[in-house]
């Protein structure tokens, strides 16, 4: 019998309705297309960090990152999905055990030959509630107009060792199947303060992305107390990313929050960003 991930917030974070859903892509794909930087496409894209919140709050920021891997010349064999566990269920890392992804536009398949080579915990467990990877599938499915396969992991304990070790399994493992892939971390940054103390906060954070410096990711979101949720696949594409590239290059894509489409002393911050090969 198949074993197949039935989506979790269709009908809460984005349409369950095929038509609404790509409706809803397309109505804020064309409010951002003047303002994607599709330039980038250019470069030889190593992966991109996207908002996962509902799309009527973050897609305004994601679209910026799938619409430059849709104009890319490449079509990637595998899309990493690296997400955090809000549950805290399960393994302290995980590959995702289904063999199908299913999502309002259909069924994607999870690319078996990373499961069985990256030496990690096969389980459904972190996945099956979890929002944060299942976000990413329909934009790639919309954007996207060639078969792909998706690569699932939760870092349910986020920390740089375990985002090192994970880059690390991730480059070693492609090095063997030589595939064309890109790296998704999915993460939302500051939650819940006012937009001007997370337009600060996460600028900390936006330094030491942009530096490269992963270690220095963590340590600043632990001293200053900054609530990004997805750092551990951040780092973990920070260093695969200085793995593959002597010296990657990073772009901020698009900032944004909540307030954006509903005022509010306490909103929650999205960026999407891109890291490349200069």
């Known amino acids: 019998m198949t074993k197949i991930r039935k989506p979790a917030v269709a009908g809460q974070f984005y349409p369950d309705d095929p038509g609404e859903l790509k409706a809803l892509l397309q109505n804020v794909y064309e409010e951002e297309k003047g303002a994607i930087d599709l330039d980038l496409a250019q470069k030889n894209l190593i992966g991109g960090v996207s908002p996962h919140a ?33 549950s805290g269920m399960g393994n302290d890392m995980a590959y995702d055990s289904n063999e199908y992804w299913e999502s309002p536009l259909g069924n994607v398949e999870v690319d078996q030959d990373f499961a069985s080579q990256l030496e990690l915990p096969v389980s459904n467990v972190e996945e099956k509630r979890e929002h944060s990877g299942e976000v990413m599938l329909p934009m790639l499915q919309y954007f996207l107009d060639y078969p792909f396969k998706i690569a699932p992991v939760t870092i349910t304990r986020q920390n740089h060792s375990n985002a090192l070790w994970l880059a690390q399994a991730i480059y070693q493992a492609n090095q063997k199947l030589n595939k064309k892939i890109l790296i998704i971390a999915s993460s939302d940054f500051s939650h819940f303060v006012s937009p001007k103390i997370g337009q600060e906060k996460d600028q900390y954070v936006l330094d030491r ?70």
Do not use: W
């Not at 619409?67 to 899309?79: G, K, N, V």
């Not at 307030?259 to 891109?274: A, F, R, T």
């Open 54 to 86: 509902g799309y009527m709050f973050s897609a305004y920021q994601a679209v910026h990152l799938f619409e430059i891997i849709r104009y890319h010349a490449t079509q990637y064999d595998t899309l990493f999905i690296i997400n955090p566990n809000h």
């Open 209 to 278: 992305i942009k530096q490269l410096d992963a270690p220095g990711v963590e340590q600043v979101i632990r001293e200053k107390h900054i609530s990004v949720c997805g750092y551990g696949p951040i780092m973990t594409l920070m260093e695969y990313a200085r793995m593959v590239s002597g010296k990657p290059e990073v772009e901020i894509l698009k900032r944004g929050s909540s307030g954006d489409v509903i005022p509010s002393n306490e909103v929650v911050d999205y960026v999407s960003i891109m890291f490349y090969e200069a």
